[in-house]
């Protein structure tokens, strides 16, 4: 049988001649995988966080799917051709390929991330549209924290502001405390990002941190091409 889905590319991994093994969140199944090959046509289809339109047999008894069709679902305007979107969006794509292992759906998650990326690309240049994308992310995930005080101590471990410092040593700071609560301000009451770019470099990697301890994601190769970028 066929099943048609909607889906965001996550990883394109080449395979024997000119085959390609794709890994797509779709909206219908969550994490798939799939066998396409590789054309003039479809080079510039599988790129980083395209949006695709994919029809595969479906056989329950294989962990990868061979596709029948598929297409551009939204094509964008920007995020492939804009150097510093395109690399915030590498930047996001390998986070992504990390912390979604879900081979269950969830229409909620997906439905944020294709909102995201289309609203990234209709929009002018903003510098911040990653740490904002990565806080809102925690509440998809369900990994959340709560900012939701003027306590001077954030606790990485617990996900909250204490009013001292934790007796272990995953915590921030009042400087960096400062830092991940003004985006998590911004990004819990849905209102612009203004940070200098001490902060932003620096926001970054407080939210790394937080995503380790909670997803034990590993470094990231694209950050610091990200970094040499906004340098």
Known sequence: MFLSTEGILLKKTA???NGLILKVYTKEKGIKQYFARKTKKTKAIFQPLTILNITAYENPK???????????????KSLQT??????????????????????EPNKQLYT???QELITFDDEEINLNFHLDFLMKLTFQLGIEP???SEKPYFDVEEG???????NHEYFFNKKDTHIFKKIWEAAFNNEPLSL????RKQGIKLLLIYYRFHNMIKELKSLPVLEMVFA
């Open 160 to 166: 909250r502001l204490f009013p001292t410092q934790p």
């Open 196 to 199: 200098t770019n001490i902060e």
């Open 146 to 148: 709560d900012c939701n």
């Open 15 to 17: 395979y024997t001649g």
């Open 112 to 114: 944020f991330l294709k």
């Open 62 to 76: 294989k962990t990868i799917q061979n596709v029948k069709e598929v297409t551009i679902a939204k094509p964008y």
């Open 82 to 103: 804009d150097l510093i979107k395109s690399n915030i969006c590498l930047f996001i794509n390998e986070l992504l390929e990390k912390v979604i292992q879900e081979e």
